[in-house]
């Protein structure tokens, strides 16, 4: 079954120093892949999107990912953690055979230590 | 603020009864989407609708439907309630039908929290 992993389901960083949230998606034909952010009681938002074009993709508030076939990884980074980054990030994929569905990570929730 | 609305925010029900949940899409989106989070099973797709037609199912349960209007807004029938169907209900639209080789980026509501007492 096509599926996506988040390797840590709690990370907790200081502000200011470097943040990594693991991702690996099952290999199957080509993936989209998707960073989602939840802040606390609120929507889902997008953070970022790989669609086959630059391996390399930014995103909003700072936050980048890189999309490595060869390890089927999606891991997301940012160089310098925020407060208001503490939320639950989610890995999402999705295929060109699934239409629009989305199938989702079990999410990662970073805490920034002041 | 995604421009997608859901109502209401926040229900309370008890076991075997019926509610329905309601989503408007961003004006133009003709795709509406239905997630499910919940603590044990994560969040979930439900079913997608494209301009009033069923295009796509997952691991929706019989005892739930769904409907998208002519005016493009959507509604998620929740019947027989069990005290597992508590969770946090998402809606989602896009502007498109998605292909094979396109995705179009889906605006997520800000979820309508049910508890089944």
């Known amino acids: 079954a096509q599926s996506v992993t988040q390797l840590d389901s709690h990370v907790s960083v200081s502000e200011g120093t470097p943040v990594l949230l693991r991702c690996n998606y099952s290999s199957s034909y080509s993936p989209s892949l998707f960073w989602y952010v939840q802040h606390p009681n609120k929507g889902l938002q997008l953070l970022l999107k790989?669609?086959?074009?630059?391996?390399l993709v930014k995103g909003i508030n700072g936050f980048e990912a890189e999309f490595k076939k060869s390890e089927t990884s999606f891991h997301l980074t940012k160089p310098s953690a925020h407060m208001s980054d503490a939320a639950e990030y989610f890995c999402v994929v999705t295929y060109y055979n699934q239409g629009g569905k989305l199938i989702f990570g079990q999410g990662t929730e970073l805490s920034v230590k002041p | 603020d995604s421009g997608v609305t859901q109502t209401p925010k926040h229900l309370i029900t008890a076991t075997g009864q019926r509610v329905t949940l309601r989503c408007s899409p961003r004006?133009?989106?003709?795709?509406v989407y239905w997630y499910q989070q919940s603590l044990d099973q994560g969040l979930q797709f439900l079913i997608q609708?494209?301009?009033?037609?069923?295009?796509a199912k997952g691991n929706i349960l019989e005892r739930f439907s769904a409907q998208q209007f002519p005016d493009l807004h959507s509604e998620l029938n929740l019947s027989s309630l069990e005290l597992g169907d508590s969770a946090l209900y998402f809606c989602a639209s896009s502007g498109g039908l998605a292909g094979a080789s396109s995705y179009n980026e889906q605006f997520f509501g800000p979820g309508t929290r049910l508890t089944v007492l």
């Open positions: 790989y669609t086959s074009a630059a391996t």
């Open positions: 609708y494209y301009n009033g037609e069923e295009r």
């Open positions: 004006s133009g989106d003709l795709s």
